[in-house]
């Protein structure tokens, strides 16, 4: 297991204390100067991973074995160019931060096209641990998860799914919409879902798969110096899961702006430390011992 304590800031050092003060993602923005990506796709498809290759000997000739998500990257089409042209991505000490803004295909696309070879990589991370824990194969819970969440998800996130999947596939990396939705949800999957469904093929008693493994306050009022919130935010995991090495600054067409810390490919935090420019912050814990996954819920 490996930990990272990724938040633990007074959120007035980061959050605009005054109006017009910009947002923490401009303010990234700005300071870095980094160009946008009007650029052919073999630039962005081809870009160097910041995480070295993590070989686990059990694992090493399945990840192998099945790297061969890439494809040559299409041709890109006038519109896409123009997505592409609001979409952002730098690289510093081991992070990866990202920009991106419109509607959700829009984002989805931008998303899907520079992150490209992280969401391989994690694909492949990903795959590679279901199939040697479950022992069942990742189309096989590709295509339950999709008959699960499809007709439950919105059609936003569905269409930033969408496009994710189509700026990936732009890039070179072959990834399906329903692929992405099994990836987004593997944590509910396999740490959630999956115990209830083992439990319906074995005779002796199943452990739950989630693990316990977060930490996470808040605090404010007269628990913190100033005033101010404090938040905090451990991440426990696996060696061989897919880091959440991504900074990612959300500007969507409607509604707030949202900073967070995720995995390269998911529409979701996972990490769950978010700030919006609201100013609404939230973070969260493991439920360990869970049996009540409902898969007639809303996603």
């Known amino acids: 297991?490996?930990?990272?304590?990724?938040?633990?800031?007074?959120?007035?050092?980061?959050?605009?204390?005054?109006?017009?003060?910009?947002?923490?993602?401009?303010?990234?923005?700005?300071?870095?100067?980094?160009?946008?990506?009007?650029?052919?796709?073999?630039?962005?498809?081809?870009?160097?991973?910041?995480?070295?290759?993590?070989?686990?000997?059990?694992?090493?000739?399945?990840?192998?074995?099945?790297?061969?998500?890439?494809?040559?990257?299409?041709?890109?089409?006038?519109?896409?160019?123009?997505?592409?042209?609001?979409?952002?991505?730098f690289e510093r000490a081991g992070w990866i931060y990202l920009h991106i803004e419109g509607e959700p295909r829009e984002r989805g696309f931008q998303h899907?096209?520079?992150?490209?070879?992280?969401?391989?990589?994690?694909?492949?991370?990903?795959r590679a641990a279901w199939e040697n824990d479950t022992a069942m194969d990742w189309p096989w819970l590709v295509k339950r998860a999709a008959t699960m969440f499809v007709p439950k998800i919105d059609p936003e996130n569905l269409a930033e799914l969408e496009g994710i999947s189509e700026g990936a596939r732009a890039a070179g990396i072959n990834v399906s919409r329903d692929e992405l939705i099994a990836y987004n949800a593997i944590l509910e999957l396999q740490g959630y879902w999956w115990p209830n469904e083992l439990k319906k093929i074995k005779d002796e008693p199943v452990p739950s798969g989630a693990r316990e493994s977060c930490s996470s306050f808040i605090a404010t009022g007269t628990w913190t110096k100033d005033g101010n919130v404090v938040l905090g935010h451990n991440t426990m995991q696996s060696?061989?899961?897919?880091?959440?090495?991504?900074?990612?600054?959300?500007?969507?067409?409607?509604?707030?702006?949202?900073?967070?810390?995720?995995?390269a490919g998911w529409i979701h935090s996972g990490t769950d430390f978010f700030i919006t420019d609201a100013?609404?912050?939230?973070s969260e814990t493991t439920i360990g011992q869970f049996d009540g996954f409902d898969t007639n819920g809303i996603p």
């Open 1 to 89: 297991m490996i930990s990272r304590l990724h938040t633990a800031a007074k959120i007035s050092d980061i959050w605009p204390a005054k109006a017009g003060t910009p947002f923490l993602g401009e303010t990234f923005t700005r300071n870095l100067n980094f160009s946008t990506p009007c650029q052919p796709a073999s630039t962005y498809a081809n870009l160097p991973a910041m995480v070295a290759t993590r070989f686990i000997v059990a694992l090493s000739l399945l990840l192998v074995s099945i790297s061969a998500f890439a494809d040559s990257p299409l041709p890109l089409k006038p519109e896409q160019k123009e997505w592409l042209c609001k979409g952002k991505r």
């Open 239 to 263: 060696y061989v899961d897919a880091l959440p090495l991504i900074i990612e600054d959300i500007k969507p067409t409607r509604g707030h702006r949202i900073l967070w810390q995720t995995t």
């Open 112 to 126: 899907g096209y520079l992150l490209a070879k992280e969401i391989n990589d994690g694909l492949i991370a990903t």
């Open 279 to 282: 100013g609404l912050v939230g």
